[in-house]
């Protein structure tokens, strides 16, 4: 498989699914009656962050997967993508704030742990991987002040 040919199929896969996950479950009347703290942003904002945030996914888990598929990073990648896609349904479609506040932090655990184990090898990807924590950091913190609120 070509290279170009590699990288659309990560970022491709990568979006497809997780914009799959975010179609399903859309926030709905039960996440609009929540109280919600006063730097909760727009519901449209969502959307096109997460684009964003899973094409960068998809390319850095492309460039480790060109380096060292069965390495550390690699199963990082995967565990915080697994993490990333579970969150969702968990606060949206089964309401449990504090499960999903749990997944969230293990979610950004594991996305510092990549950024680690990526710094000196690959740089490039431990970089796609900084806007991605900083967005969960403040998922995280909007998903903890929802649950203290409820």
């Known amino acids: 498989m070509s290279d170009r040919v590699a990288l659309a199929v990560f970022v491709i896969a990568v979006a497809a699914i997780g914009l799959a996950i975010g179609f399903a479950t859309l926030p709905g009347p039960w996440y609009e009656s929540l109280a919600k703290p006063a730097f909760n942003p727009p519901n ?80 490039v990807a431990a970089w796609l991987f900084v806007p991605y924590a900083a967005w969960v950091a403040f998922a995280t913190l909007l998903n903890a002040a929802i649950w203290r609120l409820s």
């Open 44 to 123: 449209w904002v969502f959307g096109p962050v997460w684009t964003l945030i899973y094409i960068l996914i998809g390319i850095a888990g492309w460039r480790v997967w060109r380096v060292a598929a069965a390495g550390r990073a690699m199963r990082l990648w995967v565990i915080a993508l697994v993490l990333n896609y579970l969150w969702s349904p968990v606060f949206f479609a089964l309401h449990q704030i504090g499960l999903a506040l749990a997944v969230i932090l293990a979610l950004l655990l594991a996305i510092v742990l990549f950024i680690a184990a990526t710094w000196r090898r690959e740089p």
